[in-house]
C-alpha cells in the first residue's frame, strides 16, 4: 500500500510558495521603507561631503525599486502568473550579481552596504533554488 500524502496547500497554493511569497513581501515592504528613510533621514542632508549623500540618494532610489518590483512580483506568484516567476528570478539574479560586485570591490551601485550583501546574496540563493525546481516551473509553466 502506497499512501501517499497531499502536500500541505493554501488556496491551491504549495507551502513552500506560500512562505515564498509571505517573505517577498516583507522584504518588499522593508526595502520600500528604509528606502525612503534615507531619502528623508537628516542625518544624511546635513553631510557635508555632497558625493556621499548623492551615494545615498542613489542607493535609496534602487532599495526603493526593488521593493516595488519585490511587492509586484510577489502578487503576481501569488496569483499563479508566469510573470511573477520570471520576474521575481530575475530580480534575485540581478541582486546576487550586484551584491557580489559589491563585494568584490568592483563598480556596482553605490552606497550599497557590504554587510548587508552576505544576507542579501544567501536569502537570494536559496530562493533561486526553490524557484529552479520542477514543480516549481511547472506549476508557473516555465521551461529551461
Not at 526593488?66 to 521575481?88: E, H, P, Q, Y
Amino acid at each position: 500500500m502506497n499512501q501517499k500524502r497531499p502536500p500541505f496547500e493554501y488556496n491551491g497554493r504549495s507551502l513552500g510558495n506560500v512562505i515564498l511569497i509571505g517573505f517577498q513581501v516583507l522584504v518588499g515592504f522593508i526595502h520600500i521603507l528604509f528606502g525612503f528613510w534615507l531619502l528623508t533621514a537628516p542625518w544624511i542632508t546635513s553631510l557635508d561631503f555632497a558625493p556621499l549623500s548623492s551615494f545615498f540618494d542613489i542607493y535609496s532610489f534602487y532599495t526603493i525599486v526593488f521593493g516595488f518590483l519585490t511587492l509586484l512580483f510577489a502578487v503576481l506568484l501569488w496569483f499563479n502568473k508566469r510573470w511573477g516567476w520570471i520576474g521575481t528570478f530575475s530580480v534575485l539574479v540581478f541582486v546576487t550579481i550586484v551584491d557580489s560586485l559589491t563585494l568584490l570591490d568592483l563598480p556596482s551601485i553605490p552606497g550599497i552596504p557590504k554587510f548587508a550583501c552576505f544576507g542579501e546574496i544567501t536569502y537570494s540563493a536559496i530562493l533561486i533554488f526553490y524557484l529552479i525546481q520542477a514543480l516549481v516551473r511547472i506549476k508557473y509553466k516555465i521551461k529551461f
